[in-house]
Each structure stands twice: as C-alpha cells, then as structure tokens.
C-alpha cells in the first residue's frame, strides 16, 4: 500500500524534517539547504524555492540541514515515487551545478554579481527598473552563499550600486538590467 501524501506549513528559520526514504517538495517559500565545515563556518549548498526538491537523499555531506527562510508549504515524497520527480531532480541538480562552477572558477566580485543575478532570477520580480530579489538576505547570507566576508560583501554591494548594476529599495536589492549585460549568468 502506498503512503498518502503529506503536505505540511513551516515557519522561517523551522527545519524541514531529514528522512533517508523521502524528498521535499516545496510548493511555497523558500527553503536553505546547509552544512558547516570543520571551523564550524556554515556554507551553503542551495536556496530552493516553488516546485524544487530537497532532501537527505539528495546529498551524502554530513552533516545537512535544511532551513526555511520563509513561510513553507512542503509535501513530503516518499522516494517510491521517484518516477513523478525527474523533472524536479534535474533543475535540483542543475542549480547545485551552477553554484558549484561559480564558486570553482570566478573571481568573488564576479561570482557574487552571478549569484545576485540567479537569486533576482529564482526569487524575483519584475520591478520598475529591474528584477527585484523578493528575499530580504543579511549581509551575513549573502557572504555565506558565495564564500566571502560580510564585510566585501558590503563593500560590493555599495559597489555595484554606484555603477548602476543594482540598486536597494525597502532592503530588498533590485538587479538593473546592466547587470545581466556584462555577460551570460550561467
């Protein structure tokens, strides 16, 4: 007999439980995926949002744990069906993919503007002047996300607002569409 489907609603910062026989579906919110290293510094594996995937069978680093940045609306998957995720599976694996060529061979003013484009492409909206990243990211996440100090990230961020390749409003950061002129994200 198959197991019913279970969708549950987390609050930020709640972890998503870990199982070995089931994956996560995300059908709202947005979902950090993360280990930490042996200095006990967090770094990132992934954010994941609406129709991504996410779950212990997915990775064998240890450890792993997923965090909801937001609300989420979660449906737990048993892995028999497996079948009815290869879609999912494959822009899972696409993204990790992209983070991992980031953080292997661009320089970290180009590596972060790549990861800003991707999250205003993830996570954004359409806004006046430019794609609006709807998540409001510390400084801190952000320095997390492309293995960098708070303090350059800080120092970029001022950076690509004077020369007009983003721009804040309300905390959130809005990428202007120069930004994504200077070369092909990924």
Request: with cysteine; hydrophobic share 35%; aromatic share 6%.
């Amino acid at each position: 007999m198959r197991e019913a489907l279970v969708t549950r609603l987390f609050q930020p910062r709640d972890p998503l439980p870990s199982r070995l026989d089931a994956l996560w579906l995300i059908n709202r919110g947005v979902v950090k995926v993360m280990t930490w290293d042996e200095e006990g510094e967090i770094v990132i594996l992934g954010y994941w949002g609406e129709n991504d995937v996410v779950g212990r069978p997915l990775s064998q680093i240890q450890p792993y744990e997923m965090q909801c940045c937001t609300s989420v609306e979660a449906t737990c998957l048993p892995l028999e069906r497996g079948s009815s995720l290869s879609s999912a599976l494959c822009r899972h694996v696409q993204q990790t993919e992209h983070w991992l060529c980031s953080l292997r061979r661009d320089r970290p003013r180009l590596r972060f503007l790549k990861t800003l484009i991707q999250l205003s492409q993830k996570f954004g909206r359409p806004a006046e002047t430019g794609q609006r990243i709807d998540i409001r990211f510390t400084h801190r996440e952000l320095a997390e996300m492309v293995g960098m100090t708070r303090v350059s990230i800080t120092r970029l961020i001022n950076e690509f607002e004077q020369q007009g390749l983003i721009s804040r409003t309300g905390g959130h950061i809005i990428v202007l569409p120069s930004a994504d002129t200077q070369f092909h994200p990924y």
